[in-house]
């Protein structure tokens, strides 16, 4: 498990690869060009492999020691969360091993896979031991990245766990159990997934050392990585399922223009009465103005202008109650769009991610234990290019995610002002050059981003009046944004409240921050 780590290991692979080509050059003298260049990208893969995994981990401890020398020692009696800190080092490790990951999966062993089946049908010893030397090194990396994945998923679901207890109830409670729902999965997938990595392992080294049982590891291992694929596609199909869902029932909220079509109408109506009636308060102020003198003229002119001005007070709130309406209902339109479109995205990463990419991979699987079972370690092609277009989908899938989540990084520390908090003072922007930088901290999550938001405005929308900037929203509308946050799934059921009760804790400021972080996890999630 931890072979590929080490530099002597690459010492190892270089000479399985060195000895296989003394012997080939021994026994065989044509086409040793076109071989060398096959000898010597699959132990470029193998080598690129082990020094980034070896980086990673250096990384990781670099930044743990760096922070125990920050902390300057443990005071006596001071209780520490040693759990946490464990679980943060373990994050950054994995993360520093998942770009490693993502090479492995989507281009190093599609790449073995092809060389495997090239040296079985031309019957190159040679060439099939430096695969399987590649393939130990790739198979040993997608362990260390699981098993990191898998410690660190299932502490993030024992914390989860205990917050969500510690809650009992509400926003905080909802936003706990989820994520400790979701990373239980997790780490129960993440177990299986080590155990297919383990069995590619020992496939791979029975091919090293031509074991007897060589067979018998490579139909282990299709079987592993079968199922493996149809758990991960399985729990992709759910997903799809829980967003389309969702999308569902935000649509049936209908289109907030033709809902608030009645209200708004009402009130351009209390608009245009209002301004009726400050135009006959101005002209009977007028005629009193214009009248004769006489007793009590004064007093006449006097109340005329008090009524004007009552008048035209009730003509402006009315026009500034129309337009905040107005305004809202656009507000509230663009935030269904959101919800609805993030939900879409999800249905297209896990359908094309999870249900085809990991489904065509358990396929693959099927295959090579299908072949091993029946002729050993024949020739193999349908069950490299299952193998190869499987990992084509997952790795695009990957690589959308990750230059999406890049490009939010960019454009936080870019553009501070795009989607910070109204009424908050922006960052300085920074340069061109820092904002790629930080663009480029794969390992950093964003802080700023447009679906924080966009939480932040449903929440505005949906909180009461005691809430600072919720004061003026309309009840009507209020009730419509309320009736979103129950489509997100973040009910009352859902808070395990009672709908009197769920609508005080969104009048309630110091819940604000737990409810705008409820909002974002529900428009993430399916």
Request: net charge positive; glycine share 10%.
């Amino acid at each position: 498990m931890s072979t590929p780590i080490h530099r002597s290991s690459t010492r190892q692979s270089a000479a399985v690869l060195s000895s296989a080509r003394h012997r080939r050059a021994g026994s065989r003298t044509g086409g040793t060009s076109a071989r060398s260049t096959e000898h010597a990208l699959l132990e470029m893969q193998s080598r690129a492999g082990n020094r980034a995994a070896t980086a990673a981990v250096q990384r990781a401890q670099d930044t743990g020691n760096g922070r125990a020398a920050g902390n300057g020692g443990t005071p006596a009696g001071a209780k520490k969360n040693y759990r946490d800190r464990i679980a943060g080092l373990l994050d950054r490790f994995k993360k520093n091993l998942e770009p490693v990951d993502t090479f492995i999966k989507g281009v190093q062993t599609p790449t073995n896979a092809a060389f495997t089946q090239q040296a079985a049908a031309a019957a190159d010893e040679g060439l099939k031991n430096s695969a399987a030397a590649s393939g130990t090194s790739a198979a040993s990396g997608n362990l260390l990245t699981e098993a990191a994945g898998t410690v660190v998923s299932g502490m993030d679901a024992y914390k989860n766990m205990k917050d969500a207890t510690k809650h009992g109830t509400g926003a905080g409670h909802h936003t706990a159990k989820k994520k400790a729902r979701t990373k239980g999965a997790d780490t129960a997938v993440g177990a299986v997934a080590s155990g297919s990595y383990s069995a590619a392992v020992a496939k791979e080294v029975t091919k090293i050392q031509k074991a007897a049982d060589a067979a018998v590891a490579s139909e282990a291992s299709g079987i592993a990585s079968a199922s493996i694929g149809a758990i991960k596609g399985v729990r992709s199909a759910f997903r799809v399922g829980g967003a389309a869902r969702k999308y569902k029932q935000i649509k049936e909220l209908g289109d907030p223009h033709l809902v608030h079509a009645g209200s708004l109408a009402r009130l351009n109506e209390s608009r245009e009465q209002a301004n009726w009636a400050a135009a006959e308060a101005y002209v009977a102020l007028d005629a009193y103005w214009k009248a004769d003198e006489g007793q009590g003229r004064l007093e006449l002119v006097s109340e005329a202008v008090d009524a004007a001005w009552e008048a035209m007070g009730e003509a402006r709130d009315a026009a500034e109650s129309l337009q905040r309406a107005e305004k809202d209902v656009e507000r509230l339109s663009t935030l269904q769009g959101y919800a609805k479109k993030k939900q879409l995205t999800k249905i297209g990463k896990e359908t094309v991610g999870g249900g085809l990419g990991e489904t065509t991979k358990a396929a693959a699987g099927v295959v090579t234990a299908v072949a091993a079972g029946t002729a050993g370690l024949a020739s193999n092609p349908v069950g490299w290019g299952l193998a190869g277009a499987g990992a084509g989908l997952v790795l695009g899938v990957t690589m959308y995610k990750a230059l999406r989540a890049a490009t939010k990084r960019y454009e936080e520390v870019r553009h501070p002002e795009r989607w910070g908090p109204q009424g908050e003072t922006p960052a300085e922007a920074a340069s061109r050059k820092e904002s790629l930088q930080h663009a480029l901290k794969f390992w950093k999550k964003v802080s700023k981003g447009e679906r924080l938001a966009m939480a932040r405005e449903i929440y505005a929308l949906a909180a009461g009046p005691d809430i600072s900037g919720s004061g003026s929203t309309a009840a009507e509308m209020r009730e419509s944004a309320r009736a979103l946050l129950i489509a997100l799934k973040a009910g009352p059921a859902k808070h395990n409240l009672e709908p009197e009760a769920w609508a005080e804790t969104l009048n309630d400021p110091t819940r604000s921050a737990g409810w705008v972080q409820e909002i974002a996890e529900q428009l993430a999630s399916g």
